[in-house]
């Protein structure tokens, strides 16, 4: 842990929602892949957030579903009405 003491967050857990997201730099990114075998507390941040990100990573290559028939009345409705 990069932490100096027990009662000290970790300096890079801030990083390890970033990491978990693919968001970081290469050169960060492999930073932080370096650090997370040695430091519990980043490991334990990075496990937690690991079933939202894979959930996320699997919505990527899904479709949005089609619009909602209220919002296509209220379209319908506003482009009928005279200037």
């Known amino acids: 842990m990069s932490a100096s003491s ?3 967050r970790c ?3 801030d990083l390890v929602a970033s990491y ?3 968001a970081l730099g290469h ?3 492999e930073s932080m892949k370096a650090h997370l075998p040695t430091c519990t507390e980043c490991q ?3 496990r937690a957030l690991s ?3 894979n959930t996320l990573f699997a919505w990527r290559g899904q479709s949005l579903p089609q ?3 209220i919002w296509n009345q209220l379209v319908e409705r506003i482009s009928n009405q005279p200037d």
């Open 44 to 46: 334990q941040e990075y």
């Open 20 to 22: 978990a997201l693919a």
């Open 6 to 8: 027990d009662n000290q």
């Open 67 to 69: 619009s909602n028939p």
């Open 51 to 53: 079933a939202v990100t």
């Open 11 to 13: 300096v890079r857990r």
């Open 27 to 29: 050169s960060e990114a």
